[in-house]
């Protein structure tokens, strides 16, 4: 297996598991459960699953009205966008 199969594996696990804590945060937090820490999902993001947060945001429409994450979300993304853009052009060129 190639380091770039191993790179989109980790990409898309990644994304997953922050999409689904986006999901599992806005189901605890309409049943008044234990809450999933911000720095938790905002680690998950920068790790890799901005992708993920963004989408989950929209989805389950959670912490879309924080500005931290409003504008914090989509600048983690854009910034990893930079970083694969830039690895995927070295892979190319």
Not at 33 to 56: D, H, M, N, Y
Request: aromatic residues 12%; charged residues 15%; hydrophobic residues 50%.
């Amino acid at each position: 297996m190639d380091i770039s199969m191993i790179v989109l594996i980790y990409l898309a696990t990644v994304n997953l598991v922050a999409f689904y804590l986006m999901g599992k945060d806005k189901k605890r937090a309409r049943t008044r459960g234990s809450r999933i820490p911000e720095k938790t999902l905002f680690l998950w993001a920068i790790v890799g699953g901005s992708i993920g947060s963004v989408v989950g945001m929209q989805h389950f429409r959670h912490k879309t009205r924080h500005m931290s994450f409003k504008i914090g979300m989509p600048l983690i993304m854009i910034l990893q966008a930079c970083f694969f853009g830039r690895y995927i052009i070295a892979l190319i060129f």
